[in-house]
């Protein structure tokens, strides 16, 4: 079993749907991540959470350290939204990757 | 904020030759860089993690001997594949952080590499 779950692995949406990616981890952490690789491979860290909820723009992270759960939510989506998105837990220098979640968002 | 760049952005080489990829850190010092690897359709994988002037740690399953790294430098971290076989035609990934900017990763925008 993975040390991190994600899902959904892949997600189509129609531009303007909201959209949410969850992940799961099984141990504490000292903070979760959520990345954006784009389809030329660049990956952007769009957030570092270890409690509460963040929020940028249209993206928003929320943890919940009892129930060892993050979600990453995308408010009115855009075809330039499709990327892949991966959660990242780091314990110390201990790192541990989500399978990622593909995700398409049509015009 | 703080940029991560790679170089070469992609490398195609010869099996059995041994390809540099380089990490810099282009606006801070990075106390610690890693390394990973990726495959298609896939995601990451941490291979190394290097602290500027002591050996890299290495994560199970990486040959270290395969797989040199140096961190020479609190800006620069190199990663050599030594005798490049086409199994290590892989995306090349690495990412940096400061002490004192936490735990946030910055990451380079990768390396491809294809070996023939």
């Known amino acids: 079993k993975n040390e991190v779950e994600q899902s959904p692995q892949n997600l189509t949406a129609q531009e303007g749907e909201f959209i949410t990616i969850n992940c799961s981890y099984s141990v504490g952490i000292s903070a979760l991540h959520w990345l954006q690789q784009h389809p030329g491979g660049g990956i952007v860290s769009l957030f570092m959470?270890?409690?509460g909820k963040k929020k940028h723009g249209r993206l928003i992270a929320t943890i919940n350290i009892q129930e060892k759960h993050s979600s990453l939510h995308i408010t009115a989506s855009h075809p330039r939204d499709s990327a892949v998105y991966i959660c990242?837990?780091?314990?110390?220098?201990?790192?541990?990757f989500g399978t990622g979640t593909s995700l398409t968002v049509i015009p | 904020g703080a940029v991560v760049s790679q170089h070469p952005s992609r490398v195609i080489c010869k099996s059995g030759t041994s390809v540099k990829i380089e990490c810099r850190s282009l606006?801070?010092?990075?106390?610690?860089m890693f390394w990973y690897r990726q495959f298609p359709k896939k995601s990451l994988m941490l291979m190394a993690t290097?602290?500027?002037?002591?050996?890299?740690?290495?994560e199970q399953g990486v040959e270290k001997d395969k797989f040199l790294i140096n961190h020479a430098s609190l800006t620069l971290s190199t990663l050599t594949v030594t005798s490049a076989h086409p199994e290590d035609s892989s995306f090349y990934i690495c990412?940096?952080?400061?002490?004192?900017?936490?735990?946030?990763?910055?990451f380079g925008p990768g390396t491809r590499l294809l070996v023939l």
């Open positions: 606006d801070f010092q990075a106390t610690t």
């Open positions: 290097s602290n500027e002037g002591s050996k890299a740690t290495y």
């Open positions: 990242l837990k780091n314990t110390g220098n201990q790192f541990y």
């Open positions: 990412s940096a952080t400061q002490t004192s900017r936490g735990e946030t990763q910055y």
């Open positions: 959470l270890s409690s």
